[in-house]
């Protein structure tokens, strides 16, 4: 549509996504689970712990000035929401390249969270690609010379059930993808408290 934001070439830009976070003890909790997988497996592109997440709606590169634009509804949206439970659960794979975790506990409540939180987007005029939410936490990525790491550390995570804990923060993220060598960092633009 012709009312939606594209981001010009020539304007400075940041990519930006939404999620929800895992608490510390959490993540620590897989990290654990997954210490023999880091040494048995260092060509996989581990992701930092500090950086996993759970993607509600990954919006790709926009022009800065359209960040301030999310702001103000996704606060009013997470003041009206009330903290999700969640737990880490089980392994699998994309595609047999892409290492994750899943999602368990309220998944009803995330799917209607994203919903609400996509639907801010577009009321921003923002474009994005809405594709099916599949609740997970990207653990790692293969290198295409090894295409069987993935599938290797998936099948010792199966039985994997991590605590149950409390999304309590809606974060928007922006990341350095793209903007030179080394890894992808993330960092929260802003993030609001469930309120409700």
């Not at 368990?104 to 609400?116: A, I, R």
């Amino acid at each position: 549509m012709n009312d939606q934001i594209q981001p010009p070439s020539a304007t400075a830009t940041t990519r930006v996504f939404i999620a929800l976070a895992p608490p510390d003890d959490a993540k620590e909790e897989l990290a654990r689970e997954l210490r023999a997988s880091y040494r048995a497996y260092p060509d996989l592109r581990w992701n930092r712990i500090e950086d996993w997440h759970i993607t509600l709606a990954f919006l790709g590169e926009l022009p800065v000035s359209a960040v301030p634009l999310l702001q103000p509804p996704l606060a009013a949206l997470a003041a009206a929401h009330r903290p999700l439970e969640l737990a880490l659960r089980g392994s699998g794979h994309f595609d047999r390249r892409v290492l994750w975790s899943g999602i368990d506990g309220e998944v009803e409540g995330l799917h209607l969270l994203t919903s609400q939180v996509r639907t801010i987007v577009r009321e921003c005029g923002i474009a994005f690609e809405d594709r099916p939410l599949r609740p997970h936490l990207t653990l790692a990525r293969s290198r295409r010379s090894d295409p069987s790491s993935t599938l290797e550390v998936a099948a010792t995570l199966t039985e994997f059930a991590g605590r149950t804990w409390r999304a309590e923060r809606l974060h928007l993220v922006g990341s350095n993808i793209g903007r030179g060598p080394g890894p992808i960092h993330y960092r929260d633009i802003e993030s609001w408290e469930f309120e409700k």
